[in-house]
């Protein structure tokens, strides 16, 4: 029996008149990494800000490892990691002060998390770097630090909002390394991501939302068989059920009306 990490039922988000997000119902397992599919404004940040419990649903409920992030959030929030798109840095420390300021917030013991920050400073090549400023660093490094802080206590449950936004290939080739690694350990890990490429290579389950719905899910391969091409690409996959299909063809018939 796999263990649930991650729960949604019936999850939903309203602003004014508007449904961000409409009775969303899944289930990321031990083991497993999930990644969260859908065009822009379809509802994938709102999504993980109300699974982080930094936004309240509307109606429904999300739970991470058991607990309800709206009435239990101090014993769920103790389990995630959080890695927004545009993650905030206090820029007038060091990396090495804001990872142990960061293992502080999660009351880890000194002495460990020295030694988990040493270890996250050299997995991410910034030990040379890690009593600079933040706010010298590049934007992939500062997605680094980010990344390192969010792992720096373990957590069971990573929720990552577009994570590969500014990593050179090699970074992102390590944060691959680094989550498939977190999920052999029994670590949840839930990504949204535009670049399906990513996704393909990455995820053992993909959710695809449209609207605030989710409109389909499965392996890459339940995917394909789904829309009944079996050697068709995630991206293919992706297009003919969100409509885009139409999109790529009518960006074709003008690139063809320019011949005329």
Do not use: W
């Not at 991206?235 to 690139?255: C, H, K, P, Q, Y």
Request: hydrophobic fraction near 40%; include cysteine; charged fraction near 25%.
């Amino acid at each position: 029996m796999k263990e649930t990490l991650i729960k949604a039922r019936g999850l939903t988000k309203k602003f004014g008149t508007i449904t961000a997000v409409d009775h969303l119902d899944l289930e990321v397992y031990a083991g497993e990494i999930y990644g969260f599919l859908g065009p822009n404004g379809s509802g994938k940040t709102t999504t993980i800000r109300m699974l982080t419990g930094l936004l309240e649903p509307t109606s429904g409920e999300a739970r991470i490892c058991g607990y309800d992030i709206n009435t239990e959030p101090a014993r769920a929030k103790a389990l995630i990691a959080y890695v927004p798109d545009q993650p905030r840095l206090y820029g007038k420390l060091t990396a090495r002060e804001f990872l142990a300021l960061m293992a502080n917030l999660y009351r880890m013991p000194p002495d460990r998390a020295r030694e988990q920050a040493e270890n996250l400073l050299a997995l991410f090549e910034l030990s040379g770097r890690g009593d600079e400023l933040l706010e010298g660093y590049s934007h992939g490094m500062r997605q680094k630090i980010v990344l390192a802080a969010a792992l720096i206590h373990r957590p069971r449950v990573l929720l990552m909002d577009e994570p590969t936004v500014g990593l050179d290939p090699r970074s992102a080739r390590l944060l691959k390394d680094i989550l498939q690694e977190l999920a052999r350990l029994g670590a949840a890990v839930f990504l949204s991501t535009h670049i399906l490429e990513i996704a393909e290579r990455m995820c053992h389950r993909v959710g695809i939302l449209q609207e605030g719905a989710l409109i389909a899910q499965g392996s890459p391969q339940e995917l394909r068989l789904k829309v009944g091409h079996a050697d068709e690409s995630l991206e293919d996959i992706f297009l003919d059920l969100t409509g885009g299909i139409e999109d790529a063809e009518l960006i074709r018939s003008l690139g063809e009306g320019e011949h005329h």
